[in-house]
């Protein structure tokens, strides 16, 4: 007698696996698998990426942030962006009027990939994909239970591009 496919599945399903709720201590956070990248037009990929600068790569999440929190987080967004139009307008729908981000620290900074300009873009130009952990707070005044403080960590990815001396 041949036992349908979805059947089958069922009973592996219901099987049980391990210890149940104590094998979840064995999961680990996800690390993406570094890839080559493609280099933008106007640029060569970096071979030795140079290590940028923690306070760059801040003052590129505060700013990014201060645009989100005064309603320019269009300017900010890479022309790549996938539905940059549809993620302004869903924030100004969702989010309160007065919701403001506020970084609470950087956990990490990984190098994603480094570009630098030809002869055409400036050579002392570099081009930076970087992934940065961040530890936020969304804080705004609810009107029913007054100041509130969303603390979270998140992941975001930023080009950087910066001048550099040679």
């Known amino acids: 007698m041949r036992i349908p496919g979805l059947l089958a599945l069922a009973v592996l399903v219901l099987l049980p696996l391990g210890e149940g709720p104590a094998d979840a201590r064995r999961f680990r956070d996800f690390q993406a698998i570094s890839r080559p990248e493609a280099a933008p037009r106007g640029f060569t990929t970096v071979e030795q990426p140079l290590r940028l600068p923690r306070a760059l790569v801040e003052a590129t999440v505060r700013d990014v942030f201060a645009a989100w929190s005064d309603g320019r987080l269009r300017e900010k967004l890479s022309d790549r ?13 969702s989010a309160p009027q007065d919701a403001r981000i506020r970084l609470l620290g950087l956990q990490s900074i990984n190098e994603l990939g480094q570009f ?9 130009i570099i081009m930076s994909r970087v992934a940065v952990v961040a530890r ?3 804080e705004f005044d609810d009107p029913t ?12 990815i930023f080009t ?3 001048r550099v001396k040679r």
């Open 145 to 156: 239970n007054g100041f509130q403080r969303l603390e979270g960590t998140h992941e975001y």
């Open 81 to 93: 962006f996938a539905d940059a139009e549809r993620l302004v307008q869903q924030i100004a729908i």
């Open 116 to 124: 630098r300009g030809d002869a055409a873009t400036g050579p002392d």
């Open 136 to 138: 936020t707070a969304l």
């Open 160 to 162: 950087i591009t910066a």
